[in-house]
């Protein structure tokens, strides 16, 4: 008895306390949810990666230098003039080297770079779908707890008024005690009933503190006023296509068609020139040379690693076909 009267003081004090905070609707939850989970934050930083990533899309390779003797005989003594005025022998050189990207690699490139962030950005949105469907329903099982709770209460007045009633009959010889020990009887269910439902609320508490990315034990109580919308019948179609899991779906697919793209524009030649200039020993005139150069990566030993990627993209897109039919 003594431990069912500690239970319930402890009841009651926690709900005073809950009801001291304020107040929070479900749009407030969803809004704090948005903006501190953790995973929230883990989209916004991928995409603010894949952002950045994309203002490199058009960058050239690094150009290259080098320098160091050019056709020098071994022998120093070589270098010099010789006492019969022929020229020495050996240069010094300085080389520039610069390759030119294709232009089609650079737009395959950016926009392979921008569509990762719009998956991002629709992956996002559907794992934020999922967690306010979460909060969403620990909410509205609290609301009904809650109402639950009003209705003990409103019986809890209703027995004591029986109670009352009884012992004024029994006093006065008007009635039996039968009807008073049910009541009492039923007033000791109600407790354990509003004992079992104020658990219910701190896990439902517990759970919708998980979701904001709160302390788990932090108090506040929820507005329980609500209004029943009405959802008209509409078409399943537009679900479909409004659903954030499935355009993540579909921005994936497209994703893999970019990425096709890139490794095709891989395949095609690439252009670059490269400058020489020489500083000549013992006399001999400055020269330079002046070349142009192409890359051919069509040569089947430099091509086999673009040509499985293609492959295996195209098998990627196929799973993720089949991924996007299923949820569907």
């Known amino acids: 008895m003594q431990r069912l009267i ?6 009651v004090v926690f709900r005073v306390e809950a009801r001291s905070q304020t107040a929070l609707n479900l749009d407030d939850v969803l809004l704090v949810i948005q903006n501190n989970h953790p995973s929230m934050r883990m989209y916004d930083a991928d995409i603010r990666s894949s952002d950045e990533a994309a203002k490199g899309a058009r960058s050239w390779m690094p150009p290259e230098l080098g320098t160091g003797l050019w056709m020098t005989p071994y022998n120093p003594s070589l270098w010099k003039r010789s006492a019969d005025g022929m020229n020495g022998m050996g240069q010094y050189m300085i080389s520039v080297q610069q390759m030119i990207p294709n232009k089609k690699e650079l737009d395959a490139n ?8 719009a998956a991002g950005k ?5 794992n934020l779908n999922d967690l306010y469907a979460a909060a969403k329903k620990s909410y509205y099982v609290w609301l009904i707890t809650e109402k639950k709770l009003k209705v003990l209460d409103d019986n809890e007045k209703l027995l004591n008024f029986m109670i009352q009633s009884t012992e004024i009959r029994y006093k006065n010889n008007l009635g039996k005690l039968n009807a008073y020990y049910k009541a009492k009887a039923e007033l000791g269910n109600i407790e354990n009933q509003r004992i079992m439902l104020q658990n219910e609320i701190t896990q439902q508490q517990v759970l919708l503190n998980t979701l904001m990315n709160r302390d788990k034990q932090a108090l506040f109580s929820i507005d329980t006023t609500y209004s029943i919308k009405d959802y008209s019948p509409a078409d399943s179609s537009y679900f479909g296509q409004a659903r954030s899991d499935i355009k993540a779906v579909q921005r994936n697919i497209d994703l893999a068609y970019l990425q096709q793209d890139l490794e095709r524009s891989k395949l095609k030649p690439q252009f670059g020139i490269r400058y020489d200039h020489m500083f000549g020993f013992g006399g001999l005139p400055m020269q330079y040379s002046l070349m142009a150069m192409v890359k051919l990566p069509i040569a089947a030993w430099s091509s086999r690693g673009a ?3 293609i492959e295996s993209l195209k098998w990627k897109e196929e799973s993720l076909s089949q991924q996007k039919n299923a949820d569907q």
Do not use: N
């Open 6 to 11: 500690l239970i319930l003081m402890a009841v």
């Open 110 to 117: 950016e926009k392979y770079l921008r569509a990762v962030s």
């Open 122 to 126: 629709e992956s996002k949105q559907a």
């Open 307 to 309: 040509k499985a990627t």
